[in-house]
């Protein structure tokens, strides 16, 4: 993760960017996140149960994101149109080295 990535723009609604496990990018919207969005919103919750985060073992790591997007298959369609796909647990592109199943 880059030294200077201190927090990311992420909350249910939002649109972000889903990389798919092919290396596809689709506009997704993001339907649940889990974790904390700053650094230092994850330290005050750290300090808040009890624990000093500088004597922890691992540090924050921006959140997973579960999303929502629209197939890429043309021939994947009801009577809605397009169907929609989900992806769920995804790791942001920081925290992510493979080429695909990874948000920004």
């Known amino acids: 993760m880059p ?3 201190e927090s990311v723009d992420v909350a249910v609604g939002q649109s972000a960017t889903f990389v798919d496990p092919t290396g ?10 889990f974790g904390h969005a700053s650094k230092e919103a994850w ?3 750290m ?8 004597t922890l073992d691992h540090g924050w790591r921006p959140p997973s ?13 009801d009577s ?3 169907q929609i796909a989900r992806a ?6 920081s925290v992510q080295p493979a080429h695909g199943l990874k948000w920004r």
Not at 24 to 33: D, R
Request: negative net charge; glycine residues 4%.
């Open 43 to 45: 330290e005050a919750h």
């Open 47 to 54: 300090r808040a149960a009890g624990h000093d985060p500088a």
């Open 3 to 5: 030294e200077t990535l």
């Open 80 to 82: 809605y149109g397009r």
């Open 24 to 33: 596809v990018e689709h506009c997704a919207v993001v339907t649940s996140v």
């Open 88 to 93: 769920t647990s995804v790791p942001h592109e």
């Open 65 to 77: 994101i579960n999303v929502v997007y629209v197939e890429s298959d043309a021939s994947k369609t």
